[in-house]
């Protein structure tokens, strides 16, 4: 079932996710809702918090495709090893119709566990690397322009505050 994603400036997108306990019917279920809102909006990736559910899933796929191909889906991820710069544009299906550069790791290794409870571990690099921290701050309630400098973080929200404007939303 497609869900709708949240979008900037709801709060719920600031609460941090707590860890899954148990993976059950419910997470698979979740984690197979995420895949097809992700691959609807369409995205690379999408966390749970962005459907508004606070446990810590995402799901991932940088392949490019419509299809479920090269889909990764982790629950409890953390990254365990992170090296080298990389200073990527980087959007988001939760802050539409803006993106821009950020800086990230150009190499992470995240573990994780898939949905038979079984630990995972990826060593990314590029895109997917850049999608797995963009992914797992959203677990933690950070949105990627919370990476900006503070000028350009200013710009970002006088660009969303017109945009509510024309919309007729006050923010």
Known sequence: MIRTILTYPNPELKKKSTAVTIINDAVRELARDMAETMYDAPGVGLAAPQIGVHQRVIVIDVSG??????????????????????????????????????????????????????????????????????????????????HLSPLKRELFQRKMRRLAENRGVEQ
């Open 65 to 146: 495709r419509d299809e479920p191909g090269d889909l990764i889906i982790a629950i409890n991820p953390v990254i365990v090893h992170a090296e080298g710069e990389a200073y990527e544009e980087e959007g988001c299906l939760s802050v539409p119709k803006y993106a821009a550069n950020v800086r990230r790791h150009a190499r992470v290794v995240v573990k994780a566990l898939d949905l038979e409870g079984n630990e995972q571990t990826w060593r990314a690099e590029d895109l997917l690397a850049i999608a797995f921290q963009h992914e797992i701050d959203h677990l933690d309630g950070i949105l990627f322009v919370d």
